[in-house]
């Protein structure tokens, strides 16, 4: 019997929405264009890819036979969101290809891409395995993957380097004009270190996919992949080649002024700059004095931007050029009320941490160098 089976447009369209994210819309190879479809034993499987990153979600079904199909994306997660009813059917016929799909008195037909084209993934079998915490691995990707560059000819920027040893998993993010450094420790032990660097992509993706909760996700990576698996979701992702630069030796060991402010005040000053600071690639200036920092921008054909925030410093007199949203991106994740910036010279990195019992974070910025 032909492919056929009823499911609820309430567990369907967030897994349509989900595996949608791994569609490659304007690839040469129409089957990646679709979403694959595989119904057994009341089991329907949808799976995306776009040769990269590979989404996988199980769904329970009433079935009757058994098929496979591949639908296009554009089409396939409208038509069940518009859905008049909370079940949709669908049904196959093999001899055209065709997928009628149904919902009260509203019925489709969409053409079946060939299924036989498209490029199944493999579960990883081999390899370093273990679990951890579904809350901390968001947090992790979060802190830091913002931080990888979204287009660089270097491409191991465009992903988080991972180190996975003992029970420490480090994440590390960097565009080489900023980077995002977070370290946790799990329950669980990892028997073998292992240090890849995943795509940003494939990261943010996960990330949103991702509850705060405590339920674990398995990790699974071998020489040239990473699985994430949760419940009925599976992500595949190819790993990143290349050295990522050692980013150990960058980050200063002594600072030659700190300013200890409260993270709202200096926040709401920083958006008030940016609007005569022009777009994220432009710099507000923040003069680090005794007893406040003083933030100034200025638009050369608008005008210009002055404020002063309270604060206490250790060291010197200081003024730095900072990228703007930099500095907004890393407040936006820090918890603590009051912030302790520290700056290791006019034009040496600007670095703001965070450390609590299960975490600690460093976030550093390179300044502008307006000496040249």
């Not at 040769?51 to 979600?57: D, N, R, S, T, Y």
């Not at 000819?153 to 080489?176: D, Q, W, Y």
């Not at 890849?196 to 990261?203: E, Q, S």
Request: aromatic share 8%; charged share 25%.
């Amino acid at each position: 019997m032909s492919m056929q089976f009823k499911a609820l447009t309430s567990d369907l369209v967030p897994a349509l929405q989900l595996v949608s994210k791994a569609v490659s819309p304007r690839s040469t190879m129409p089957a990646l264009t679709g979403i694959y479809m595989s119904c057994q034993d009341n089991t329907l499987q949808l799976v995306a890819t776009d040769l990269e990153l590979g989404i996988e979600v199980l769904l329970d079904v009433q079935a009757q036979g058994s098929g496979k199909s591949v639908l296009p994306e554009k089409y396939i997660t409208e038509i069940v969101r518009r859905a008049p009813m909370d079940q949709v059917e669908f049904s196959l016929d093999e001899s055209t290809q065709d997928m009628r799909i149904t919902s009260g008195q509203a019925s489709y037909t969409i053409k079946s891409l060939d299924p036989t084209d498209f490029p199944l993934f493999s579960r990883l079998e081999r390899g370093t395995s273990f679990s951890v915490n579904e809350s901390v691995l968001k947090r992790l990707i979060r802190y830091t993957s913002f931080a990888a560059a979204t287009n660089d000819t270097r491409r191991f920027l465009t992903g988080c380097f991972a180190s996975f040893s003992g029970s420490e998993i480090t994440f590390v993010g960097t565009n080489a004009y900023r980077l995002a450094k977070m370290t946790v420790k799990t329950d669980s032990s990892i028997d073998q270190e292992v240090s890849v660097i995943i795509p940003a992509k494939t990261l943010n993706h996960l990330e949103r996919f991702l509850e705060d909760s405590d339920e674990t996700v398995t990790v699974t990576i071998d020489e040239r992949q990473i699985m994430f698996q949760k419940g009925n979701t599976t992500f595949i992702s190819r790993l990143i080649d290349g050295n990522y630069p050692d980013y150990k030796k960058i980050i200063p060991s002594s600072f030659e002024t700190e300013t200890t402010v409260e993270k709202d005040e200096i926040f709401h000053s920083i958006e008030r700059a940016a609007l005569f600071a022009g777009d994220d690639s432009s710099g507000i200036t923040l003069d680090i004095r005794e007893s406040d920092i003083k933030v100034q921008s200025r638009a050369t054909e608008v005008g210009s931007f002055t404020d002063k925030v309270r604060a206490e410093r250790k060291g010197t007199d200081l003024r730095v050029v900072l990228r703007w949203q930099y500095l907004a991106d890393a407040l936006r994740l820090l918890n603590d009320g009051f912030i302790t910036i520290k700056f290791a010279g006019k034009v040496r990195p600007v670095c703001l941490e965070e450390k609590a019992d299960e975490y600690n974070y460093l976030y550093m910025i390179m300044p502008f160098n307006t000496e040249s």
